[in-house]
């Protein structure tokens, strides 16, 4: 089982990035993904979630109206367009999939947002 995120990097406030996770290892179209981050110091937090028929979408408050969760179940991948992007969410981003007491974890993707 393998969750692989990629796409962070260095971006200034205001600008725009998109992550992807892509899935191999389990049955991805079943599963609910969800993206975390964690910034130094602090607790790790949900950022978006998407069910598996890609029909239900959360966010977390800070991050809704400028964050877009997606999937490709064809691809086996979830993305993660964020938009508007503040100093505030400088953090390594996880994703997680979640299935009938099946979790996984990625090992994360560092985002820094700075001029």
């Known amino acids: 089982v393998q969750l692989v995120e990629s796409g962070g990097g260095l971006v200034q406030p205001g600008g725009s990035l998109r992550l992807s996770c892509a899935a191999s290892?389990?049955?991805?179209?079943?599963?609910?993904m969800s993206w975390y981050r964690q910034a130094p110091g602090k607790e790790r937090e949900l950022v978006a979630t998407?069910?598996?028929?890609?029909?239900?979408?959360n966010y977390g408050d800070s991050v809704k109206g400028r964050f877009t969760i997606f999937r490709d179940n064809a691809k086996s991948t979830v993305y993660l367009q964020m938009n508007s992007l503040k100093p505030d969410d400088t953090a390594v981003y996880y994703c997680?999939?979640?299935?009938?007491?099946?979790?996984?974890w990625g090992q994360g993707t560092q985002v820094t947002v700075s001029s």
């Open positions: 997680k999939a979640t299935y009938n007491g099946y979790v996984y």
């Open positions: 290892g389990f049955t991805f179209s079943v599963y609910r």
């Open positions: 998407i069910n598996r028929g890609a029909d239900i979408t």
